[in-house]
Structures are given as C-alpha cells and as structure tokens.
C-alpha cells in the first residue's frame, strides 16, 4: 500500500500518524485501532498461542487495557491477549516486513500466522520482529500478542500509580524495508559544524553500497562509499556544516532530511534529522562551581517536573495535538525545560519537544523492589532500549539514572537474612547498591558522552558521583525555604560530604533543584491550595544564589493526587493575579534569565508613613544586554478604597555586564503610606527600545496603628469586624484565618448591627457610604463532614486518593472554573444594592490572607480573597439614618454562599468600613 493512499484509510484511526519523525520510512501500516482482546486474570504457564475462552472484547490500540481511551478500562493486572487480522504487502517485491511496537508493558509475545515471531520483556523500551518469513503477501495474516503484566517488583514499573499501562500502550505498525537497510544512526555534533554519524547499516548480502547523508535543504550533501559484510555493519561518517545554525529553545533549528543507503538490494530511504548543539557544564571567572552551558554559554535552567499522564489515554497521550499543545504549555509560561518524571517520553512529544525548542531531562523507570540479581539486569536492558531510541533528540540534555533512590534500598527482611541482627534490620541503600548506581552513570557517559547524566535524583541527600548536584525539597513558608536554601547553597563545595553517602564528596558539579515545590510541604499534603505566592518568593529565593543554576517545579499539570500544577490536569489554566501587582506581568517574567532578585520577604508588616529600603540583586544568564545599559523603573502603590494612588516612582540606570548574581549598589529607599494598605512595590527592568526584560513586586501590610483604620477620604469611619455579626442564617458558618474571615455556605445572610455617631459628635448625616471586601462561598467535603487528613506515605506515589476536598490545607487556586454568588445588600430590610461576585479566589493577590497565616505548613484559606463592593446609600435611606443614627447591615447570599474579608484578610486592608459624611 502506498503512503499516500494510506493517509485516506487511516485518517480515523487513533494516533495515525508515523510514530518517529526522528527515524521514518514511508511504506508502512498503522495498526492502531480496534484488536479483539481478552483479560485474564491469573498466570498462564501452558505455553498457549490463544486465550482460553477465545477473544471476547473490543479494544483501542495504542490504548493501555486500564485506560478509558482503550474501551476496557479494567486496572487489574493480567495477560492481555491482543488478535488483529491484516492484510498487508510492502510496495517494493523482496522487501523485508517488520512489527514495530512503540511499547509494551511488561512481558511480551508475537505470533505470526501461529508462527511465533519473538518476545520481549520491558515497560518502556521500543522494539521489533522480523516477521517476513511468516507472513503471506496479498492475503490475510492474523497477529497474536500476548502482553504479561502483573507488577512485579523486578519491572521497570515507573510511577504506574495514576494510571497503569497495562498491555500495549504505545503504537503499533507494520514497516517495509529492503534486504539491506539502514539499522540505525547516532549524530554527534560540534559547535563548528562537524558532525559525526555512527551508523549501523544491516546487510542482506556482503557487497558495495553507498551512504548518503542529505540534510538542511542542501545544508548537507555527504557520500560515503563502503564494502558491507553479510549482517551488521558498523559505519563511521564525519561532514561538516557550514555556517552551522544552533539548536536552542530560542532558535529550536533543524536538520531535517534523509538517510539513503543504495545497495545491490535496492535503496533504503530514512527520514530523519539532528540539531546542532553542545550541552556541558564549565567553570566561569573565579567561581569554584560550574554552571550548565548549552551551546558553550551558561544556561538557568527554569524547569518543571512533567508526569505525562492524560485522564482518558494515562500515559498514553490522545493525539498528536495534545503532545504538541503540551510543549506550548511548558512554554508559554517561560520554562525553558521539563523534566520527563521515572519514564522515557512518546518519540513524536519529544519530536515537538525539539521542533518547539523545550529542554528535556529523561528519567530512566525504576522498578519497586530490590535491586537484586531479577531486576538490575532487567533495568540495564531498559536502559540502553532507551538511550538508543532517544539519542537524536537534540531537546534531550541529560539522562536522569535513578531517583529518590526508589528501587535501590534493600528490604529489612532480605537483610535481616544475612544480618546478626536481624530485629535491627531496615530497609537499606547497601554499599554494593550504590556501586551499582555509580557503574550505571558511568556506563551512560560511555554510550552518550554527549549529554549531562546524574546517578540520583535525591531527596535523601545520597549521591554516589554525578555531572550535576542536584536535591529536592518541599517546604511551605519564607523564612523556611530561605533557611533552607541558603543552607544547601552553602554546604555545596568541592569535597563537601553533604548530599552524599558513603565516602562520596562533591566535585564542583553545578547545582541546582531537580524538585521542589509546596505540594508536599504541607501537613497531610498533596491538597489544592494557592502556589503563586510561594513561587515568586521560592524563585527569588533561588536566583539570589549565583552557585544555583536552575529548578525543577513540581509540576506541570495536576495529576491525581497532587494539586501543585501550574495547570490543572485537563489542562485548565491557573491564575497566579500578578499583573494584579504590577501591569503585565505573568509567571514567565520569574522565569527571565535576566532577572531582578528582591532581597525581601513577599510581604512585611510596617508602620503607616516608616522609611522602607529594599536590597535588589541582578541575575544573569543571557548575555543578551551584556555590554548594555537597562532602566529599572520601580513605582510604589497602593490601592485606597477602591483607587489607585502612587506615591514614589523612580528609574535607576543599570550597568548590564556579566553573568551571575551581582548587588545592585544602593538598596531603593522610599516611604511608605500613611494610612492603613497593602503597598505596592513594583519592579520593570526595560531595555534601552522599552523592551520590557523583567518584571518583580513585592508588597507591605502598612498599619496606622489607630483603633479605626485610617483612609485617605473625608468623612468619619466606622470599621466594624466581619466576624462581629450580630446573627447568621447559614446552614454551614465557620471563621478562619484567625477570625480575620467569615464565611457562610450555602444560602443565608451575616447581620450586622451599625452605630452611627450621635448627634453630638456630627450633627448632620447627610451622606453614608458602605465598602467591604466579599466573594461567593464554595464549600467542600472538608467543609460539610470535617477534615480527614492522611499521612502522604509512599502510597501516594503510586497514586493513591488523596481525597483532596477533605484535606486540610485545600482551598481551590484561582482557575477557569468559576463560583458565582449574587449577594443582596440590605439596610434595616431595604435592598439597597445587589453584586454578583464572580467567584471564590485564591491567589498571590490575597496578600493578607497570607501575611497572617499562623502556621506556614498547615494553611488555613491561604491566598483567599474577595471583590471591592462600595454602596453609596440611597439619600432617602440616609435621611432615616439621621434619626435613628444606626442600623441593621444584613448581607444575604443564594445558594453560591458568602465570605467576608476583614482588616486581616484577603486583598483589601478594611473590615465593613462604613464612610458617614
């Protein structure tokens, strides 16, 4: 069939088309779609080539048999039996056939036409038959696959635990090739332009050929001219680019083109393509500690931890669309990298990874159990499937062996064998363990020295020997991931004997963060809560250590048990509100490798009208505007009852020169306002054509001090407590963040009772306006049957409900998923206004609902806050209040329920103001 007119048979098809755009051939079929299938459930030792009971199911190929998306749905472990009939002949007579699986997980077994066509054992790996002498030209042929997955300890499993991917889950296709073809190649490349390919050519016969290397629309035209042996031939090719254009994700350039190998058994034609770039690390001017350089200049690595998994596919992603739209996700917000989670990725996301321009680090799956004689070969077997399927992959800069040393402790009870005292024994990672893990870094650097590779991802500070030195942490709270960072930067040193074990010490290894976030730095964590206040602090935290040179953010979507995603796992997007600080800015102005460091916490508490001065720091890892000068304008404000007021402004010229962390020389020094706000300081590094570089802020809690809170308005206020509510009506009523909140869920209404000044203190009232802060109510498990915390043990890993509405700490970040309330405003019965508050938000723009947090790890409504709502009173309802000099406030919400922020909540610094003229 050719391909062209393949494209009109398969265009329904799931996932049509050619599954690696990096090493692609055009006479092929995808055999993806609907297989008849059946589950079972217990061992089959009988050496069967058919399922007892026969086929008795639909199932969705490349689906895995757990997921939606398959038409089973079922997550038991079991055999899967798989049956396809095809009918199938390559274009060119004599050509070669071959099966092609993307991945099967665990253990599997082909039969051709009854004939059995191979098996392989591994999760992740891709692998192939060669199935030509079984199978019949212009005729039917039935496929028989047995997938075998019941978990065993000793499988590179990964982290399954979201969703398993049970059976064939990768896709499926049959491919022609000619007698002697081009088995494989691997391009080395060099910042001049060489490029050395290592190709493995195999042979029908002994004889001539000719291999032709075209790339770059002409950018590459090399012939190599060689004598082939009968079977494999190993080919050594070297060419040069001119001009050579350099990958990077700002200039994401490939080398697209073909492979063309001419023999005496006809032409075998490849597509394929490389990009041109260098990942290393190198030491700059005096430091003791290198940075990781891409294309031989330091990069900062802004990075996120990517679990790849989908509601409907798991691991397997829907379309070709959803892996693209992927990487725009990654950046759009100014990430410049992912990191791939205990798994390799999908050729065609990491094909779009390197088209798009996204850094990638790999991890390589783990297994669960020991790290004994079943799994450590079963391991490297996987391994080297997929350093060499992902070599090509210029996106791909380091290879992640282990992490968090899952699979590399021995068990209390294998070491309780051999322990004389075995009532003592735990489970261990063994010196012989870690010898293990050294020799498997080792051996990655011999097969790619190409790439960065790190032993161990730590979270346990047991590192053997790496290229970079990196750790993991999950804390809530400033002043701990200050502590804490500034600890680990500075216990990093040649020969330090921190984050090692064993005898092992520290090179000068480069350092950086490959996790971190606040998911789990919560009691009972994993819940949904805000994460944009403690992003910018914990980045700011970062970038004010020249020795770190980037992060990995937990994580990139939610997933099912963990809710710190910077987008929710349909892909709904989060609201961090901090263009709500200062105009324009979004979370990829953190992300910026010119970047200004506020040396302050994200909020301080301070006296109306005290002298305030804030050390900056500049941070550079471009040298874009080196040489050049940059206007940094700051601006302070604040917001006064609903206006904004700037009181200071100024620019301050920047010597842009040089990468690292360097003090800017005086520390901005102004005065803060004299009344009670929430004050603004906000930060925009411009280039000499305006072009904005950066953007930061950072805010204070200013308090007069006074009984009444001071504003800049006329009249007299009265500030009346929203938790001071004189009776409620509301089935479900609670106060939080130290009664600084009043909710209400459900329908009903606060009643408050107002006094007026008499007639001695102001004669005449001839004007009373009202101004609260308020948002509609959403209410949660947590908040109709009580809390019920759980330990995150390493259950949660393997995807454990978390029954996040019960937890503790959630309360739902701001997002695309909106909870109206319409509220009604009553003055001694009389409706005098109504709003409808659009929503139920938390975000960085709560900055009072942080400041008054009491406990950092244990979050009570954190970053929650509401809408500005004023009511100027009806001058008829006014002319009552002259004479009755008080009233009844009652705030009546529907069934989208109601809460109220105080002095010391949410976003405004004001309880129920009431403004009597």
Not at 210 to 228: D, E, I, M, P, Y
Not at 557 to 579: A, P, Q, S
Request: charged residues 20%; negative net charge; contains cysteine.
């Amino acid at each position: 069939m050719a391909a062209q007119a393949l494209q009109t048979t398969t265009a329904a098809l799931p996932r049509p088309e050619y599954p690696r755009p990096d090493w692609q051939r055009q006479d092929w079929l995808s055999l993806n779609g609907s297989w008849s299938f059946r589950l079972l459930t217990d061992r089959d030792e009988s050496g069967s080539t058919q399922p007892e009971g026969g086929f008795d199911s639909e199932i969705t190929v490349p689906f895995s048999w757990a997921s939606p998306l398959s038409g089973i749905g079922r997550s038991e472990t079991g055999i899967g039996w798989y049956k396809r009939e095809v009918s199938w002949s390559p274009e060119a007579a004599g050509s070669l056939v071959f099966l092609r699986f993307g991945a099967v997980d665990y253990n599997c077994d082909v039969w051709i036409n009854g004939t059995h066509a191979g098996s392989h054992s591994g999760g992740y790996g891709s692998f192939e038959f060669d199935v030509t002498s079984a199978w019949k030209l212009n005729e039917a042929n039935t496929i028989v696959v047995k997938a075998e997955d019941f978990d065993l300890k000793s499988q590179t499993r990964g982290k399954q635990g979201y969703g398993e991917s049970r059976g064939i889950w990768q896709p499926v296709w049959l491919e022609a090739r000619p007698q002697t073809f081009v088995q494989s190649a691997k391009f080395i490349t060099k910042l001049d332009g060489t490029v050395q390919a290592n190709t493995t050519v195999t042979a029908g016969v002994s004889g001539d050929a000719q291999l032709r290397f075209a790339f770059g629309g002409g950018a590459v035209s090399h012939t190599v001219n060689v004598k082939l042996a009968e079977g494999e031939n190993s080919i050594s090719a070297l060419f040069q680019v001119a001009d050579p254009q350099l990958w990077s994700p700002e200039t994401p350039y490939l080398y697209e083109g073909e492979i063309q190998l001419t023999s005496g058994d006809g032409t075998d034609s490849v597509a394929a393509y490389f990009g041109i770039r260098e990942v290393g690390t190198a030491l700059f001017g005096d430091r003791k500690y290198r940075w990781i350089t891409l294309n031989g200049k330091p990069v900062y690595l802004n990075g996120t931890l990517d679990q790849a998994y989908h509601e409907t596919g798991y691991f397997t992603y829907p379309t070709d669309e959803s892996m693209r739209d992927e990487i725009y996700l990654a950046k759009r917000l100014g990430l410049d990298f992912i990191r791939i989670h205990i798994k390799p990725e999908d050729p065609r996301k990491l094909y779009w990874a390197d088209k798009l321009g996204l850094m990638v680090m790999e991890d390589m799956p783990c297994f669960w159990g020991n790290p004994d004689e079943t799994a450590r070969p079963a391991y490297e077997r996987e391994a080297k499937e997929i350093i060499d399927r992902d070599f090509n992959h210029p996106s791909i800069f380091s290879w992640i062996m282990f992490n968090e040393t899952w699979g590399l402790r021995t068990d209390a009870e294998t070491i309780a064998l051999t322990s004389q005292d075995a009532a003592k024994a735990e489970a261990t990672y063994l010196p012989e363990t870690q010898e293990w893990v050294r020799s498997m870094y080792r051996w990655a650097k011999s097969v790619d020295p190409t790439r960065i590779v790190e032993d161990n991802s730590p979270c346990n500070y047991d590192k053997v020997e790496s290229d970079i030195n990196t750790w993991h942490f999950y804390i809530n709270g400033y002043e701990e991931v200050r502590a804490h960072v500034t600890d680990v930067v500075e216990k990093t040193y040649p020969g330090s004997s921190f984050n090692c074990i064993g005898d092992n010490v520290q090179t000068d290894a480069p350092l950086m963060n490959s996790e971190c976030g606040n998911v789990w730095g919560f009691s009972n964590g994993a819940g949904d809560s805000d994460l944009a206040w403690h992003y910018r602090y914990m980045l700011n935290e970062f970038r004010r250590h020249d020795k770190m040179c980037g992060f990995v953010f937990t994580e990139l979507r939610d997933v099912t048990n963990e809710f710190n995603g910077y987008y929710r796992l349909d892909g709904r997007e989060k609201f961090f509100g901090y263009d709500g600080f200062v105009p324009g800015m979004t979370i990829a102005d953190l992300h910026a490798p010119d970047f200004i460091v506020i040396d302050a916490p994200p909020c301080q508490t301070v006296q109306a009208g005290a002298s305030v001065s804030v050390p900056l720091l500049a941070s550079s890892f471009s040298d874009r505007y080196h040489g050049r000068q940059l206007q940094l304008g700051w601006e302070l404000w604040h917001d006064n009852l609903g206006t904004r007021v700037t009181t200071e402004r100024g620019t301050v010229a920047l010597d842009w020169n040089g990468y690292g962390v360097t003090p800017i020389a005086e520390p901005l020094a102004f005065s803060v306002p004299k009344q009670d706000a929430v004050a603004v300081l906000a930060l925009t590094l411009r280039a000499g054509d305006g072009t904005v570089v950066t953007r930061n802020f950072v805010t204070f809690d200013v308090r007069s001090g006074e009984g009444v809170p001071v504003y800049d308005a006329d009249g007299r206020f009265i500030a009346v407590p929203v938790t001071a509510f004189a009776e409620q009506t509301f089935a479900y009523q609670w106060n939080a963040i130290q009664e600084g909140k009043a909710n209400g869920g459900k329908a009903g209404r606060f009643v408050y009772d107002i006094q007026l000044p008499d007639a001695g203190e102001q004669a005449i009232v001839s004007h009373v306006e009202l101004a609260f802060e308020a948002s509609s109510k959403r209410l949660l498990a947590r908040n109709l049957e009580g809390a019920r915390d759980r330990d995150h043990t390493i259950s949660m890993m393997h995807g454990a409900d978390a029954a996040v509405e019960y937890n503790s700490n959630t309360y739902y970040m701001t997002d695309n998923e909106l909870h109206e309330s319409l509220i009604h405003v009553l003055v001694d019965g009389e409706k005098v206004a109504s709003f409808l508050l659009p929503d139920n938000p938390a975000d960085s723009r709560g900055v009072l609902s942080y400041q008054y947090q009491e406990v950092q790890n244990k979050l009570d409504e954190a970053g929650s806050y509401g809408y500005l709502c004023k009511v100027a009173l009806p001058s008829s309802v006014t002319a009552k209040l002259d004479r009755s000099r008080g009233f009844k406030l009652a705030l009546e919400a529907g069934e989208g329920g109601l809460a109220l922020y105080g002095r010391n909540a949410g976003r405004y610094p004001i309880d129920i103001v009431v403004n009597v003229k």
